[in-house]
Every structure is written in structure tokens, then in C-alpha cells.
């Protein structure tokens, strides 16, 4: 599914993946719209596939596990992709954790394919004649999956409320995915995928 720079609503449906070009300038708003669904969010150098948002980058550069309002996302070559402006959510975001893929699910006992983030990474950017050249580990919005004293990490239901968003401003010219994560065996999306939402605004 494609869709240009433009201010309306859109469908992330279910268990898919969308990409957008976005202009620097402009703001992106990603919306939980029933409170429960995990988002996996990526964004990439619209001129050079081979730059993205780099949660290892951004964890280094922010010093913490969880950005902040008003911290500067930053890309594998360390420049400035995005500021996170607005978040309506409790804050508890995930930056660790990799896209499922077909072995997830197949470690997970699925024997037939399942829908994965991984997959929706890609056709979604192949819809807007782009090509990535890696699967880079998506900044999971909503994502609850704290990590405890011992290291450990527990994967827990989505503490968001129906209707939370988080707004961003573009910092450079860039090609923007969003995935409704599939996920419905581990309990991150309470069992059951929904849609989600995402604008552009000028």
C-alpha cells in the first residue's frame, strides 16, 4: 500500500505494513486507536536506503532504553532523522526488541506462515519502489517489554489507552513504515491484532 505526503488519516490495517514518503518539515502522528496494538515504526534516509533510524545509534546517543519527549532520533551514520514531540501514552516504548520474522513464528510452533513485521517491512517499501538493504529493529511503539533488575526482558500487554498517539517531526527527507504487529501468540497485543492510524501533517 502506498501513500504520497499528504495530511489525512490512514489505515494501518491489522496485522500490515504501509510506507509513506515524508518531507523534512513535516510531523508524522501515529496513532493507537484501540489502545491495545503494538506499532512497529521505522524510518529511513529517502536518498540513501542504506541510512535509517538505528535504535543502537539512539540508545547510545540518548543514554537510556526509552526515548523521551524532545529527544533527537538518530540514524546508523549518526545524523538527526527525527524528534519525538508529543506522546499522550504512558511512555513505554521498546527499542530492543528485533521485527518477528517467519523463524520467530516457526520457534514459536507455527507450522504454516504466519504474518510477520519483517515481511510487511518490505512489501510495503517495495510498494513505494524502495529498497532497503537491511531489516533494521524497529522503534515498537507501545511495546511493553521491560527489561528487569537480572536482565531479563518479559514481554507484557500494552499499557496505552484507546485513541494515544505520538507525534514526530521529520528531520530530513525520509520513507517512513509502520507495521501492525501480527503478533498473537505472546501476549504484547493482548492476543488480538487491531488496526492502527498514522497522518502527515504540514
Not at 489502545?35 to 541510512?51: I, K, T, Y
Not at 526488541?97 to 510477520?116: F, I, V
Amino acid at each position: 500500500m502506498t501513500e504520497k505526503c499528504m495530511s489525512k488519516l490512514i489505515k494501518i490495517p491489522a496485522r500490515q505494513g504501509i510506507a509513506v514518503n515524508a518531507c523534512k518539515g513535516q510531523k508524522v502522528k501515529i496513532i493507537n486507536t484501540h489502545g491495545n496494538q503494538v506499532v512497529d515504526f521505522w524510518a529511513f534516509n529517502s536518498e540513501q536506503p542504506g541510512e535509517f533510524m538505528s535504535m543502537e545509534h539512539c540508545r547510545v546517543a540518548l543514554g537510556r532504553y526509552r526515548p523521551k519527549l524532545g529527544d533527537v532520533m538518530i540514524t546508523n551514520q549518526r545524523r538527526k532523522i527525527l524528534k519525538f514531540l508529543e506522546d499522550t501514552s504512558p511512555g513505554v516504548h521498546d527499542t530492543m526488541m528485533a521485527a518477528c520474522d517467519r523463524y520467530r513464528y516457526e520457534q514459536l510452533g507455527c507450522t504454516d506462515y504466519h504474518d510477520n513485521c519483517t515481511d510487511n517491512l518490505w512489501e510495503a517499501l517495495a510498494a513505494v519502489r524502495f529498497k532497503p538493504t537491511e531489516t533494521p529493529c524497529p522503534f515498537n511503539l507501545w511495546q511493553n517489554t521491560p527489561v528487569d533488575t537480572n536482565g531479563d526482558i518479559e514481554q507484557m500487554p500494552t499499557v496505552s489507552k484507546k485513541g494515544d498517539f505520538v507525534l514526530f517531526k521529520v528531520l530530513m527527507n525520509s520513507v517512513l513504515c509502520f507495521s501492525a504487529c501480527p503478533q498473537d501468540i505472546v501476549q504484547i497485543n493482548s492476543g488480538k491484532p487491531m488496526d492502527a492510524h498514522f497522518q502527515i501533517i504540514d
